[in-house]
């Protein structure tokens, strides 16, 4: 498997969850200010995923899969025994996917006002009063679990790694300390580490 990404982007969820699985990948970096963008390699991105944002996964057959929420279910599913998605067709398959269903449409698009350089002040104040209500529900939700699941699941890669984007926008989490405690419990892994290793975040 390859992943493309970009260091810290959304992409950084899926090399937590195959730094997590043990096994062989691959990465390849895109520069996404680049136009048109280029790989590391030189490649131009848009002739290997014509949707142009990171991130992708060419699997072992040569296919391409994209899209966040279906490329960690895929690489969950790649290594079963580190249980880091339920099972298809068990109920808990389907809390999986609230979360990430969740993650991507409440968190991680509810930053895009505060990426969008055309974004006014109030856009980007009203863009984070949203977040933050999302972030209290997480809060609430980590008061009385370890991890938004089980045990620690692809869920908990994408959130961390949206997350640390209020780092960027100097929007401290220290209201909600029960995120903060998952935050160190989550960047205390060794799969995670490797992977933010891997993008040069550390
Ligand atoms: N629907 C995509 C969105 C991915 C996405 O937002 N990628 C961002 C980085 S976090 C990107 O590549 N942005 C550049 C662009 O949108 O052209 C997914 O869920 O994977």
């Given amino acids: 498997m390859k992943l493309y990404f970009s260091p810290g982007s959304c992409a950084l969820a899926v090399h937590i969850a195959l730094a997590e699985t043990g096994l062989k990948y691959e ?20 002739d290997i995923n014509p949707k142009g944002y990171v991130p992708a996964l ?32 068990e109920f808990a398959r389907y809390r999986l996917q609230e979360w990430l269903s969740f993650i991507s449409t409440e968190i991680h698009k509810g930053f895009s006002p505060l990426w969008n350089p055309a974004s006014t002040p109030e856009q980007k104040d009203a863009a984070w009063t949203k ?33 640390r984007w209020t780092g960027i ?18 960047i205390a892994r060794p799969g995670v580490r490797q992977a933010m290793q891997e993008e040069g975040l550390f």
């Fill in 58 to 89: 060419v699997l072992d057959n040569g296919e391409l899969l994209s899209e966040t929420q279906v490329l960690l279910q895929y690489v969950a599913d790649q290594a079963p025994e580190k249980a880091l998605a339920p099972k298809a067709g």
């Fill in 131 to 163: 977040l933050a209500s999302r972030i209290a529900h997480v809060n609430e939700v980590l008061s009385g679990q370890e991890f938004l699941m089980e045990g620690f699941s692809v869920a908990d890669a994408y959130l961390f790694t949206c997350l």
């Fill in 169 to 186: 926008f100097q929007k401290p989490l220290t209201p909600y300390p029960h995120v903060l405690k998952w935050m160190e419990r989550v």
């Fill in 27 to 46: 990465t390849e970096a895109v520069d996404l200010r680049s136009m048109p963008r280029k790989t590391a390699g030189g490649a131009v991105y848009a």
